[in-house]
Structures are given as C-alpha cells and as structure tokens.
T-cell receptor
Framework: GAGVSQSPRYKVTKRGQDVALRCDPI?????LYWYRQALGQGPEFLTY????????KSGLPNDRFSAERPEGSISTLTIQRTEQRDSAMYRC??????????????FGEGSRLTVL | LAKTTQPISMDSYEGQEVNITCSHN???????ITWYQQFPSQGPRFIIQ???TKVTNEVASLFIPADRKSSTLSLPRVSLSDTAVYYC???????????????FGGGTRLMVKP
C-alpha cells in the first residue's frame, strides 16, 4: 500500500478483554515495529520484526503483550486481559530494513486503545 | 547506550530561525544522529540524519561538531505549521539489534507563534 495502515483506528474495550491491533506495512518493507505512545510523551518501543522473525521484544511491558508477523507482512499486536493502564496510542512503523540506509521509519496513524 | 537530552519546549515566532540542540555525550563511533518531527495526532516523521559536520535538506539542517557530543537541528524561517514535537535519536543504524536507534525520548515541543 501507499503507507502504513493500522486498524482499528479506535478501540474501546472493557477491562479484562483481549484486543488485537493490526498493522499492514508499506509493501516491500522488511522491518516492522510496534510502539506505544501515551499522551504528551514520546513513542515507547515495544518490539520489532525483520521478515517474520521477531528480533527484539525487550520493550513488551509484560507477558500479556505479544506480537506476530507470520508471513512477514501484516503484523498483529495482541493484548490479553486488558487493564486500564494499557490505554494509549499504539503505533506501527515499517522500514526497508533496519541496518540499511538511514533506517527511516514510516509510521501509521495509530490505533487508539481505551480500556474502561 | 547513548542517552540524549534535549529541551522540553521552545517558543518561536513566524519567520525566525529555530535551533534545537540535543546532547549525547556517550555517542559511540558507529552511531548516527537522527531527528524526527511529530505533529499532533500523527506519527513521527523522519526529518534528517547525519554523522558529522553538516547535513542539509529541503526541510532542515543538522550541525554536528567534531566531538559529536551534541547536535543542532536548525529550522530556517519557521511557520505556524512547524509547531510540533521534535525528537533526537542516536544509534548504530547498521546494527540489527534495535538498541537505542529506535528509542524516542520526550522530544522538544516547539510552539511557533504568529
């Protein structure tokens, strides 16, 4: 696609429910990243993939958070048993390949999650 | 990991030149300096990247002194639309590990006034 596409744009859920956030990167981009951004703060790194391989998941807050990219394209970030503190904007980004060129990240418009 | 420090906020007026300085005292030999811009309700957008001396593109200039312990993003003749948060990132772009290459700090909130 023309840009990084994320869905849903807005998600309101009740505490304890599971949510899945989807990211469709720019066509041909090998690397895909997930960030979380609280209001008024900078993006917080969660995890990233090269192709289908999850290279770094050190930023995932706890084991309720997981991510996958089974075919090396679309990725899903899953949050199980959501808590109110999980409320934030979740941003996905992609790049040609981390380690190649400038490593410029292209961000999607984000998925705003609200946990009631 | 090279930690970055930048002012929390800055104010300017339309038509002025704005310089935002980022400190990175522990920068490593292979580290590059990258700046991103984020408008409200949007994701960050790459502005410029450099290793040493000066880099210029159609949006901004990046000045890096010889010791590379700091860098200055220069925005010429800002307009109201330059109001945004500006992030300085430092890291080894050649490394496959994310490390601090993908770490955004709090950024600098630039407010451009008429």
């Amino acid at each position: 696609g023309a840009g990084v596409s994320q869905s849903p744009r807005y998600k309101v859920t009740k505490r304890g429910q599971d949510v899945a956030l989807r990211c469709d990167p720019i066509s041909g981009h090998v690397s895909l990243y997930w960030y979380r951004q609280a209001l008024g703060q900078g993006p917080e790194f969660l995890t990233y993939f090269n192709y289908e391989a999850q290279q770094d998941k050190s930023g995932l807050p706890n084991d309720r958070f997981s991510a996958e990219r089974p075919e090396g394209s679309i990725s899903t970030l899953t949050i199980q048993r959501t808590e109110q503190r999980d409320s934030a904007m979740y941003r996905c980004a992609s790049s040609l390949f981390l380690g190649e060129g400038t490593g410029e990240l292209f961000f999607g418009e984000g998925s705003r999650l609200t946990v009631l | 990991l090279a930690k970055t420090t930048q002012p929390i906020s800055m104010d300017s007026y339309e038509g002025q030149e704005v310089n935002i300085t980022c400190s990175h005292n522990n920068i490593a030999t292979n580290d590059y300096i990258t700046w991103y811009q984020q408008f409200p309700s949007q994701g960050p957008r790459f502005i410029i990247q450099g290793y040493k001396t000066k880099v210029t593109n159609e949006v901004a200039s990046l000045f890096i002194p010889a010791d590379r312990k700091s860098s200055t993003l220069s925005l010429p003749r800002v307009s109201l639309s330059d109001t945004a948060v500006y992030y300085c990132l430092v890291g080894d772009r050649g490394a496959l590990e994310a490390g601090n290459m993908l770490t955004f700090g709090g950024g600098t909130r630039l407010m451009v006034k008429p």
